[in-house]
């Protein structure tokens, strides 16, 4: 895999241990990597940060969960739209067709928990690609 020296991802996940196993996986292969708990928390973050990032939006969480989350992104967001987005979950057979709809319409990939290592992995390069270039 192939990143790049400022490649930064944020893991939005409610499950402490989830965020740790994947921060482990994502720093061993070079990124740089920060967390929140749940959507509110990583809109935040986004808004906020100079870089843009690779956020990995966990589906199902308390407070504001990744639909959410996503719909404000994807609506009324211009700023967070710099960032690129790969919706995290154990629970695809839940996600709504306008939800599915809503991340076609903005090609946001998807992956499945438990999760495969190279698939995560290529998943997250392929939404850094996404990204616009720093100027």
Do not use: C, W
């Amino acid at each position: 895999m192939t990143i790049q020296d400022d490649g930064q991802v944020l893991i939005v996940d409610d499950d402490p241990d989830i965020r740790h196993a994947v921060r482990s996986v994502l720093e061993e292969e070079g990124y740089h990597v920060q967390e929140a708990p749940d959507g509110a928390k990583g809109l935040r973050l986004l808004a906020h940060s100079h870089a843009s990032m690779v956020a990995l939006v966990d589906y199902r969480m308390p407070t504001m969960d990744g639909y959410e989350m996503l719909q404000k992104v994807t609506h009324d967001g211009a700023d967070l739209q710099r960032h690129s987005y790969v919706l995290f979950t154990a629970n695809r057979d839940l996600i709504s067709p306008a939800f599915l709809k809503l991340l076609a319409s903005h090609h946001i990939e998807i992956v499945e928990k438990p999760f495969n290592i190279d698939a995560l992995l290529g998943t997250i390069e392929h939404a850094q690609e996404q990204l616009a270039p720093q100027a």
